[in-house]
T-cell receptor, first 111, second 112 residues
Framework: DQQVKQNSPSLSVQEGRISILNCDYT??????FLWYKKYPAEGPTFLIS?????DKNEDGRFTVFLNKSAKHLSLHIVPSQPGDSAVYFC??????????FGPGTSLSVIP | DSGVTQTPKHLITATGQRVTLRCSPR?????VYWYQQSLDQGLQFLIQ???????AKGNILERFSAQQFPDLHSELNLSSLELGDSALYFC???????????FGEGSRLTVL
């Protein structure tokens, strides 16, 4: 069964420091991993993705790292800003077009 | 604004009833996904349609059904409702196959 795990339900970081959000997965047959951000009372919004053939993707303050041997990926936010406070979901896009979400990590960036 | 429209935004009904949630995808998007988010839970994948055909299925209950119409809008039908069906139901659409989804604001269903 496909599983996407985010073992930290919450994370607090000081403004300006690095935020590192982690995600583990069990299914090796994926095309992409994606990160979504969700504010209360809104739908999730796409943040950044990485394909299965890469180990790093960077977009401005956001970088995603993929370690296929460990079945682990992480999202780095540098520098963290108060507006980054939200719930972050890791999601797996499989070869069969399913997009499976992890349970989410709530990030609080403290001014 | 993601371009995905979901109606109704809020719905309160009683156990045993049936409701229909509607989703209009972004213009040009052929895929529609449905997700359920219960209180303090993650997004549970229900079902995906592509250009009118069912493409992928998740843990969707037999009491639930969905379809995508020729104009590409989609409906999620929930019947014999139970208290545990109270949740936020999200629809998302996409144009490609990268997993980049555009979500609506959700339909909040409360079953009393």
């Amino acid at each position: 069964d496909q599983q996407v795990k985010q073992n930290s339900p919450s994370l607090s970081v000081q403004e300006g420091r690095i935020s590192i959000l982690n995600c583990d997965y069990t299914n090796s047959m994926f095309d992409y991993f994606l990160w979504y951000k969700k504010y209360p009372a809104e739908g999730p919004t796409f943040l950044i993705s990485i394909s299965s053939i890469k180990d790093k993707n960077e977009d401005g303050r956001f970088t995603v790292f993929l370690n296929k041997s460990a079945k682990h990926l992480s999202l780095h936010i540098v520098p963290s800003q108060p507006g980054d406070s939200a719930v972050y979901f890791c999601a797996e896009k499989t070869s069969y077009d399913k997009v499976i979400f992890g349970p989410g990590t709530s990030l609080s960036v403290i001014p | 604004d993601s371009g995905v429209t979901q109606t109704p935004k809020h719905l309160i009904t009683a156990t045993g009833q049936r409701v229909t949630l509607r989703c209009s995808p972004r213009s040009g998007d052929l895929s529609v996904y449905w997700y359920q988010q219960s209180l303090d839970q993650g997004l549970q994948f229900l079902i995906q349609y592509y250009n009118g055909e069912e493409r992928a299925k998740g843990n969707i209950l037999e009491r639930f059904s969905a379809q995508q119409f020729p104009d590409l809008h989609s409906e999620l039908n929930l019947s014999s409702l139970e208290l545990g069906d109270s949740a936020l139901y999200f629809c998302a659409s996409s144009v490609g196959r990268t997993g980049e989804l555009f979500f609506g604001e959700g339909s909040r269903l409360t079953v009393l």
